[in-house]
């Protein structure tokens, strides 16, 4: 296997001495019971850590090529005798043809880095069973949700935290030190009775996106109904005129954008409702309810597939010159045009609403993609928490602002126009301000002087009907203390 970087250890000599705490490799040995792709994956990212491998193979000549030369291949009898640290990278089905080492696999840490098939498929994890197969070692759960991709690559590529779990801290200490000299970042779970959840955690498929998606999915289902009434039902019932074409292309672009823009204003609406929630009861130390919880933990998933909606509304909107639809459009007028005996349909209003229009959605765009561009983690972990919250926070919001122009400006004055309401239903882009709308003035609404000053006082400790001690600043914008209560 080549080495390229991973022939480079992922941390310097120079790291290892400034944490006294982490101990070099100093050619320790490690031993691994397996040798599939995990297996093969882990020996590579260990030889080049600096530690020495001996791997344990039922059948150690023909596996031999696929480990790095510098990793031992012997059969697991001898493997086991060489080290007092074992990965275990075989089956749970297999665990049983390792009894034959019983004798001399007692005292030593055995590292379990097995998953199952299906969450909760059997009533006691993998490491719980391997523990009471073998009730004379420790066994400690670990590196299961690393990929042997990460390990291939290492953590720069990849997931950097590794979950481990036992009920021996001594011995979660010795692996957690082997995975930091790795590079990885190691995550104390307690004890072994952890060892269910940690398993359980790569068989998940995307749970925090669950509930943002199918409300994604909802939006668009709810705006594609209504569109769909309005731009292909409405004419072929009152005007029977055949729309269906537009099935495709235009309604899934009309329906798009409004989806993008309410799901950007549900990103910011449960901090209204939170701050709402605060001053109501006077407090910061209040819970808050577990839906507004949960909504405030989803808010990133919610602005990303903002962004990802925006973003196919983009490029829908770059297609629509090109459908054969829109060209026979194009001759329809021009012919309708030559018939009237117009030489200049330029119409000056239109053409600043348009150029309006399409410079706030380029801006919003933009600021949307720099939401999505530092919510990735290996952006944002090189932010500070003021940068990330200007970020956030404050482009954030702008973005919602800039939205709203740009909706403003796409229906300018036909929202009054009579014409535009088909079954007397209104434009979709009229439904879509009523939430961003409302999340604007009350955002400004917070920035009135007396009411910013009551968040001041709550966010730095003061709660209603408590006297306490609190500082604010005053004017010159030093900090003065004084005493407040409930009658402040």
């Excluded at 596996?63 to 790095?68: D, E, I, R, T």
């Excluded at 043809?97 to 880095?113: E, F, P, Q, Y």
């Excluded at 073998?134 to 991709?149: E, L, Q, R």
């Excluded at 407090?283 to 808010?299: A, E, G, I, M, V």
Aim: aromatic share 12%; glycine share 6%.
């Amino acid at each position: 296997m080549p080495g390229g970087d991973m022939a480079e250890p992922l941390l310097s000599r120079r790291n290892m001495e400034s944490n006294p705490e982490l101990s070099l490799p100093a050619g320790r040995t490690l031993g691994i019971l397996g040798s599939g792709d995990f297996a093969r994956s882990l020996a590579t990212r260990l030889v080049y850590s600096g530690f020495k491998v001996v791997v344990g193979s039922r059948n150690p000549k023909r596996c031999a090529g696929l480990f790095p030369s510098a990793a031992e291949v012997t059969v697991q009898a001898d493997a086991v005798k060489k080290t007092d640290v074992i990965f275990v990278a075989v089956f749970r089905e297999h665990y049983s043809t390792l009894c034959d080492l019983s004798d001399v696999l007692a005292g030593k840490i055995l590292v379990d880095v097995s998953n199952n098939t299906e969450i909760n498929y059997h009533k006691e994890s993998n490491a719980e069973y391997l523990a009471s197969l073998f009730p004379a070692c420790t066994v400690v759960k670990g590196f299961n949700v690393i990929s042997a991709w990460t390990l291939q690559s290492g953590p720069r590529d990849g997931n950097k935290q590794v979950l481990i779990c036992c009920d021996n801290p001594e011995a979660r200490r010795t692996v957690a030190e082997i995975a930091q000299v790795m590079g990885f970042t190691p995550v104390d779970m307690g004890s072994l009775s952890s060892a269910c959840e940690i398993e359980n955690i790569p068989l998940r498929l995307l749970p925090a996106w669950k509930i943002p998606v199918f409300l994604a999915l909802g939006l668009f289902l709810c705006f594609y109904t209504y569109n769909f009434i309005r731009q292909v039902l409405h004419p072929y019932i009152r005007e029977q005129k055949n729309k269906f074409y537009k099935i495709p292309v235009e309604v899934v672009n009309s329906t798009l954008p409004c989806v993008a823009y309410v799901m950007l204003s549900l990103v910011y609406l449960p901090g209204v409702l939170a701050v709402s929630f605060q001053l109501y009861y006077g407090t910061k130390y209040r819970r808050f309810p577990d839906w507004l919880d949960q909504w405030l933990q989803h808010r990133k998933q919610i602005g990303l597939l903002s962004f990802f909606c925006a973003a196919l509304h983009a490029v829908y909107s770059l297609c629509l010159p090109m459908r054969r639809s829109h060209r026979y459009q194009i001759i329809n007028t021009a012919v309708k045009q030559v018939m009237e005996k117009k030489t200049d349909a330029w119409i000056e209003e239109e053409v600043w609403r348009m150029e309006i229009y399409v410079s706030f959605g380029i801006m919003a765009l933009g600021l949307l993609s720099l939401l999505a561009i530092t919510s990735l983690p290996s952006i944002a972990n090189n932010l500070n928490w003021r940068e990330f919250s200007f970020i956030q926070s404050t482009l954030g919001f702008t973005a919602l602002v800039v939205s709203t122009l740009h909706t403003l400006t796409f229906g300018w004055t036909r929202a009054f126009d009579e014409n535009q309401y088909k079954f007397y239903l209104p434009p979709s882009y009229t439904l879509t301000l009523l939430v961003p709308c409302t999340v604007i003035l009350a955002k400004g609404f917070f920035h009135l002087p007396c009411i910013h000053q009551r968040l001041l006082l709550i966010r730095n400790g003061w709660e209603k009907g408590r006297y306490v001690k609190f500082t604010m600043p005053s004017a010159t914008g030093e900090y003065s203390s004084g005493e407040s209560s409930s009658n402040v």
